[in-house]
């Protein structure tokens, strides 16, 4: 059994401003080829199709277009991310089963296999906590929990037949490094779940973390096609060739085609604007962060006669400031929105919130999340 896996497509999102559809449209192309080259038997979306819960016209179009012709060759399996809307990805789902693309969004029916070929392939959408507790008589509001009952529900299936068993999931596993593309999923304060939840079938195909990674043999993030931050300056995207046996998993990575790479670069300006060492990153998006003791004056037009694709600028002089030069997104990425909520309170009424205030904020957020689940 021959499986191509990838994951959060995020279609419709741009890069600091920079439209990316046109990229993602190359992805797609990529994609189609490398089904044809490879003679895939199926291809795994692990979730994240769209960028938002309302996608521009423009992705739907490039989403129906890019399954389309996926279904031509092969057969595809998709199911919702936490970026997308269960019920509109949903819609019409029944009637696209017939033409070999099976979108499954629905939590009510993870046990409910897609066959194959030799293999049930079970599609685990992203579960909202706080949706699955009731109806699946859950002890605990957690994804683990979550998880772990959606899992329950694949093996039982799994273990009334002689199939090999493929787990298509979107999930924060433990041990995992995110990006700062990837949207908070915790409650709680956490967000994780072991890996150890996905024992018992022969493939795992993970989505939601966005750089490739093997968390062993049988469970696998694929990442996301492109880089949609900063912070995966470093990853080299693409997806998983999947050869699946009953004697085990052989896998090759097979790398997408890049738009424009990224770089991070920090100096004083002079420095940027004349130094040759910087000649490798001229045509690079950029970001760049200047550590002049005042700020230059028009540095953005400065900067961009040189690096024309730099799109983030930012100033954290030398010696300056007790965060050790830490960049806004550095400092947050530890914390959770209740808590930078809280800072914000803290700033504007030159006081810490109360307990009331950190329960309203709570409140906020929950009503926030289980809205968008539910859209």
Sequence with gaps: MRILHT??????????????????????????????????????????????????????????????????????VLIAGNHDSARRLGFGSALMDAAGVHVRTDFATVGEP???????????????????????????????????????????????HDRLSVVLAHAFVTGGESSESERDISVGGSSQVSASVFDGVDYAALGHLHGAWPVNDRVRYSGSP??????????????????????????????????????????????LLSDPSFDQVEDRWLQVTLTDARRPSAAMERLRRRFPHTLV??????????????????????????????DFVAEVTDGPATGAERDLLHEAFEACRRKEALA
């Design 7 to 76: 994951s959060d497509w995020h279609l419709g999102r741009s890069f600091h401003r920079e439209d990316l559809l046109a990229a993602q449209a190359a992805f797609v192309d990529h994609l189609v080829e490398t089904v044809a080259a490879e003679r895939v038997e199926c291809v795994l979306v692990s979730g994240d199709v769209y960028d938002r819960a309302l996608p521009a016209v423009d992705a739907v179009r490039l989403c129906n277009e890019a399954l389309e012709r996926l279904a031509a060759r092969t057969r595809v």
């Design 114 to 160: 897609v066959v194959v070929g030799d293999a049930a392939i079970y599609g685990v959408p992203y579960l909202e906590p706080e949706l699955v507790r009731h109806p699946w008589e859950l002890d605990e509001r957690s994804h683990a929990a979550a998880l772990t009952e959606a899992m329950r529900r694949v093996r039982d299936d799994a273990a009334r």
């Design 226 to 271: 492109l880089a949609y931050s900063f912070s995966e300056e470093r990853h080299v995207k693409g997806s998983w060739l999947i050869d699946l046996r009953a004697g085990g998993v052989a896998a090759e990575f097979v790398e997408a085609p890049v738009p424009r790479r990224l770089a991070r670069v920090r100096g004083r300006i002079d420095d």
């Design 313 to 342: 600028l930012g100033f954290e002089p030398e010696g300056g400031g007790t965060d050790g030069g830490r960049t806004w997104s550095e400092r947050v990425r530890e914390r959770s929105a209740l808590e930078i909520a809280g």
